[in-house]
Nanobody, 113 residues
Framework: QVHLVESGGGLVQPGGSLKLTCVHS????????MNWYRQYPGKDRVWVAT???????DYTVSVKGRFTISRDNVKKTIYLHMNNLQPEDTAVYYC???????WGQGAQVTISS
């Protein structure tokens, strides 16, 4: 059974930074594509970033140059480093395995002065 647990959300001012962490339990992590999504109130989840088992990354346009997805296969963990955060980045952030096969519980990120 796979479980994903996010942490690291919080409240920061515009221009600030946060790092989200997602710990994966269960087999098959190192070769698995992992993703971050976010969800605005009343909206569907939208894709934010992907990292493959080989380390190839991809980002939605609105976060390119500001967010960095990374992974540690020994710790079975992925990260989302978020810089220059803006109010429009306020959302609940979810990690996912294989584009929605499994989901974490979500982490609230709020950008406000």
């Amino acid at each position: 059974q796979v479980h994903l647990v996010e942490s690291g959300g919080g409240l920061v001012q515009p221009g600030g930074s946060l790092k989200l962490t997602c710990v994966h339990s269960g087999s098959g992590f190192s070769a698995t594509t992992m993703n971050w999504y976010r969800q605005y109130p009343g909206k569907d989840r939208v894709w934010v970033a992907t990292i493959t088992g080989e380390g190839t990354t991809d980002y939605t346009v609105s976060v390119k140059g500001r967010f960095t997805i990374s992974r540690d296969n020994v710790k079975k963990t992925i990260y989302l480093h978020m810089n220059n955060l803006q109010p429009e980045d306020t959302a609940v952030y979810y990690c996912s395995r294989n584009f929605g096969s499994y989901w974490g519980q979500g982490a609230q990120v709020t950008i406000s002065s």
